[in-house]
């Protein structure tokens, strides 16, 4: 198995009613990476720039994942600074620094032309749709997105969605790109462009899976100090998508527990700030959270 | 078994994406009553003005509600006009008449003083305790509120929760009430006071149900068109205590299936106008409804 994920990694500097950090490992790249590098082998597509401090590199490669597919380009890194007030469901962007992320185009090494699952996290959907036009064949592809590609590049994103079998999407995202106020409409709305099951993250609340023949829905765990919810959404996708790669399959079953491990590794990373929580978190960890999750929704009888 | 319910009974005019209704059977007595109705004997404590149309009092009385205790006064019924936009979460009040609701002082009867359950609905928490007072003992004791009595009387309604086993609580309301933007610190704040349980109403996410031993979350049914949610959370606390009152019980799996009904019951409610679905409901299309919302949590392992 292997998992190949395509997106950014930047330099966040984040202060929330806990505290603040700055200039610390982010990105939707190396969230995904840290929670998939749990279940299996990892490599990383993107662009950092010269000035990407080394011990943010030995973070990411201590914990196996490959980075011969990270560019580092003259210039500065990608920077995001932003805040979450009230209760924390919303990121307040203060300000973006795309740098040598604006010149990024992703080349994919002939080794990884055909992994078992490829993840396109939240970029450009041009440069996603780049990846997917490497690609020989993968068991599995998915992509996320955000609000500013959806008001930009909606043609491209389409593209991408009818290209992939799984979209991952927030659940504001899905109601502004399907133009709806209801979630169920939303869901259908982008099933409708093909992939075979679109997974509607709604934080505080878990998540919800439409596809096809089904529906289900996995809480999230219940948490009375949440420290940083950065990064929540694609630590997340790490989760589900290294457990599918794991699984090597995505049978309905599958991906019903695979939910659940991408719910209860995000529920870990929201308790510290940044990644730093996901760089002593164990499999055994997630597993006993995922029989906690279990629990929660566990009815005898009806 | 019997259930007793204290609320209000009321004329709704409503306004919604999907068309709008003028003086209908409204109130939170009323929805719960007619839910509640599904599992067993209900007798329903509210006023009514003399100019409260027959053909709801025949309404309720068809679905077998005892309407012994729902006093006739000089006057005028108490009416609320609302209208919701956009996502359907909100309710925007646009007038409400309290009329002869203002003068009430609930009078439980001899024959009532010992019900299987009583649930106190919506409405001023001192009224809340005068009900409590003039009863004998009862299975189960719930009661639930609204901003409004916690913006004015926050010390009767303390005194209500303490008194209580179960407080069925909109989220936003929990929040406010325990002065918290997390919803699991203000679940166990409102557990602390007393309470066995505490179950907090999501709307389209479900509700969640916390108590000293253990947390359980139910989904909401997807539904792609909601027609009017008033009284939705009504309904369902009629689901849940019918369903509590019927089996006699209150161990930690039948508060669950419970729960499970309520969002049953409350899922079919919203997707017609005011009470009218629960005119027809059927305890076999509730039944169904949960097996498919057992479904949507289910997992093979984990």
């Known amino acids: 198995m292997s998992i190949v994920v395509v997106g950014s990694v930047a330099l966040d500097s984040v202060q929330t009613p806990s505290g603040c950090v700055e200039e610390e490992l982010g990105g939707s790249a190396s969230y995904f990476s840290l929670a ?12 950092v720039g010269d000035d990407f401090p ?17 560019q580092v380009a003259e210039g500065r890194t990608f920077r ?8 924390l469901n919303t990121a307040i962007t203060l300000d973006t620094q795309l740098n040598v992320f604006s010149q990024f185009h992703p080349t994919l090494p002939e080794a990884c032309r055909e992994p078992s699952c490829l993840f396109l996290a939240n970029i450009d959907p041009d440069l996603q749709l780049e990846v997917l036009s490497q690609i020989g064949g993968a068991g599995l592809t998915a992509a996320d997105t955000m609000d500013f590609w959806i008001q930009r ?3 491209s994103l389409t593209r991408v969605f009818c290209r992939v079998d799984m979209v991952v999407i927030n659940e504001a995202e899905a109601k502004e790109y399907a133009d709806t106020r209801n979630v169920v409409a939303a869901a259908r709305g982008i099933l409708a462009l093909g992939p075979k099951a679109v997974v509607v993250k709604r934080g505080e609340y878990g998540c919800a899976l439409f596809t096809d023949s089904g529906y289900f829905v996995a809480p999230a765990y219940p948490l009375e100090h949440v420290q940083d919810p950065t990064g929540a959404g694609d630590t997340f996708a790490g989760g589900l998508i290294g ?9 309905p079953a599958v991906v ?7 719910s209860a590794v995000a529920s870990f990373a929201v308790e510290d700030f940044g990644v ?8 055994s960890e997630v597993v006993a ?7 929660f929704t566990y009815l005898e009888g009806i």
């Open 256 to 262: 019903r527990r695979a939910i659940l491990h991408g």
């Open 54 to 70: 080394a011990r943010h590199v030995h973070c990411l490669r201590e914990r196996g994942i490959d980075l011969s597919g990270l």
């Open 80 to 87: 995001w600074k932003g805040c979450y007030e009230g209760d």
């Open 36 to 47: 998939a590098s749990l279940y299996g082998e990892v490599r990383l597509l993107a662009v």
């Open 153 to 155: 590049k909606k043609d």
């Open 289 to 295: 959270r995922c029989r906690e999750l279990r629990e």
């Open 243 to 251: 457990y599918l790669a794991q699984a090597g399959e995505a049978s």
């Open 276 to 283: 730093r929580r996901l760089l002593t978190l164990s499999g």
